[in-house]
């Protein structure tokens, strides 16, 4: 593990819908080297193709799996947009935890937020006049495969649209989808401190 004094190279990312975390693809189908031009550095977990939002890139081996092992409860947000009107039963099952096929889920932060002021999606999501969306903001301490879009559907209420807002303390704020920057020394210091961190029991 690098020394507190070591800085490493880490980037903030807001992935855009319909491209894949990775920098190579034999289907030619758009990947990060569409978007980041910069050597020897990798995505420290994913986001599915056809979700949004911040993605960390570094050259630190061990960030990734730091902050994808369940051990240690790292916080992610997301802003969910869903089909329909979820009801305080439904938010509740969502904070309670589902049954998915691989198991319960963790409780989760489950809240109705406004609109967040954010850019169309480049692939317009299903529109019904007759029936609502609403926007959620969720927050998880752990990553099963597509684990958002399998609980608002498990609850009724199916995932049209899915941004991850913010990791810990780091947010979208001030990036627009396909731009990057590199870590504030703030946010490279939680990074570090959060890799030195125990896991909680």
Same mark, same amino acid.
């Given at each position: 593990?690098?020394?507190?004094?070591h800085?490493?190279?880490?980037?903030?990312?807001?992935?855009?819908?319909?491209? #894949?975390?990775?920098?190579?693809?034999?289907?030619n189908?758009?990947? %990060?080297?569409d978007?980041?031009?910069?050597?020897?550095?990798? !995505? @420290?977990?994913?986001?599915?193709?056809?979700?949004?939002?911040?993605? %960390?890139?570094?050259?630190?081996?061990?960030?990734?799996?730091r902050?994808?092992?369940?051990?240690?409860?790292?916080?992610?947000?997301?802003w969910?947009?869903?089909?329909? @009107?979820?009801?305080?039963?439904? %938010?509740?099952?969502?904070r309670?935890?589902?049954?998915?096929?691989?198991?319960?889920? $963790?409780?989760?932060? @489950?809240?109705?937020?406004?609109?967040?002021?954010?850019?169309? =999606?480049?692939?317009?999501? $299903?529109? $019904? !006049?007759?029936?609502?969306?609403?926007? #959620?903001?969720?927050?998880?301490?752990?990553?099963?495969?597509?684990?958002?879009r399998?609980?608002?559907?498990?609850?009724?209420?199916?995932t %049209? =649209?899915?941004?991850?807002? !913010?990791i810990?303390?780091?947010t979208?704020?001030?990036?627009?989808?396909?731009?990057?920057?590199?870590?504030? !020394?703030?946010?490279?210091?939680?990074?570090?401190?959060?890799?030195?961190?125990?896991?909680?029991?």
């Amino acid at each position: 593990m690098p020394p507190r004094e070591h800085h490493p190279k880490i980037l903030l990312f807001h992935k855009p819908y319909g491209v #894949l975390t990775k920098f190579t693809d034999e289907e030619n189908r758009p990947t %990060l080297a569409d978007y980041i031009h910069e050597d020897k550095i990798y !995505a @420290a977990g994913r986001l599915d193709m056809d979700s949004e939002g911040l993605l %960390l890139l570094t050259d630190w081996g061990k960030l990734s799996y730091r902050l994808t092992d369940p051990d240690y409860a790292h916080p992610r947000v997301y802003w969910v947009q869903v089909d329909g @009107a979820p009801d305080e039963s439904a %938010l509740q099952r969502l904070r309670d935890g589902v049954e998915l096929r691989d198991g319960l889920t $963790r409780p989760i932060q @489950a809240e109705i937020i406004s609109p967040p002021d954010i850019e169309d =999606r480049p692939v317009p999501i $299903r529109y $019904r !006049a007759n029936i609502p969306t609403t926007w #959620l903001r969720l927050t998880l301490t752990e990553g099963k495969n597509r684990q958002v879009r399998r609980m608002t559907a498990h609850v009724g209420h199916p995932t %049209l =649209r899915i941004i991850r807002y !913010a990791i810990g303390i780091i947010t979208l704020d001030g990036l627009k989808a396909g731009e990057y920057r590199r870590a504030t !020394a703030t946010e490279e210091d939680y990074l570090k401190d959060f890799m030195y961190r125990r896991p909680p029991k």
